[in-house]
Each structure stands twice: as C-alpha cells, then as structure tokens.
C-alpha cells in the first residue's frame, strides 16, 4: 500500500458511509434496530460496530487512547447522533492518512486486542489494508440487511467512487 491508496480507500470509506447512512435513513428507528440475525444483529448494530471499529483502528493509528468494552459495545443509541460520529470520524480518517509518507506505512504497529488482550504487532501497511478491509466487510453486511428491507444500496464498488475514472 502506498500513500496513494489508503488516501483512495479513506476518500471511498466517507463515500460510502454517507450513501448508506442516506438510505438508511429512509428507515424507521424500530426497523434499523430490529434483530435480523447479522453478526452485530441489526442494521444499527451495524453502522455502530462499524463506527467503534473505525475508532479503535484510528486511536491505534494515533497513538490516542480510547476504551471499549467490547465490540458491540453501543456508541449511541440516536441514529442521527450516530451518523453524526461517522461523518466526523471519516473527516479524522481522511485527514491522517492526508498526511501519511511511505515511511510511515513501512513501519511497525504495536496495539493491543480487545478479543484476547494480548500485545499484537505487524507492519503498518498490513493494519491499514486489515482496516478499510475489515470496514467493507461489514458494509457489505449492511448492503445484504438493506436488500432484505427491499432497499436498494446502489453501486458500492470502488471504481464507482466519483472521481476515480477519468
């Protein structure tokens, strides 16, 4: 990865993340947190795992501390509240890797798991693709609970990221 890519892919995460909080928003409090058996169990669980990973990586990233209880752990309740910590946190993602050097993403990150804490430690090119990796992941997660809400998510490829083709 270079710093190229991870300004790409941040660019992609905000993207991304405004569309969908847009369509989820065209939901009803009660239908975004209804239990649909995902993995972080509804559509609010979701967006919020998503949110407290982004969080976690980022302060890992920074060198900043910040606590969670687990990865479910329910940041806020609101929804617009919680789309609010998403477009704020994207803004921190975009800005630190606007400033990210090749150097930077050839060394090493030390962090600690909250599954098993236990020390963890890879070059920092690997955390970063694990981070907008793992982000995709769940919002694939949360395009598959939008089509089941007979919601269509629209293109969410990459190369769909306006400005990306010429």
Known sequence: MDPRQARMLAAYNRWMNEHLYGVCAGLSDEERK?????????????????????????????????????LDQELYSDFEALRQGHTRTDADIEA???????????????YTSVV????????????????????????????????????DSGITDLIGLPGVQS
């Open 34 to 70: 209804r239990d649909r058996g995902a993995f972080f169990r509804s559509i609010h669980g979701t967006l919020n795992h998503l949110l407290l990973a982004d969080r976690l990586w980022m302060a890992r990233f920074t060198g900043t501390p910040f606590m969670v209880t687990g």
């Open 96 to 110: 630190w890797t606007a400033g990210l050097s090749e150097a930077e993403l050839s060394g090493r990150l030390e």
């Open 116 to 151: 098993s804490p236990r020390p963890g430690r890879c070059e920092m090119w690997l955390a970063l693709t694990h981070f907008f990796n793992h982000q995709t992941h769940h919002r694939g997660q949360l395009t598959t609970l939008l089509s089941q809400c007979g919601l």
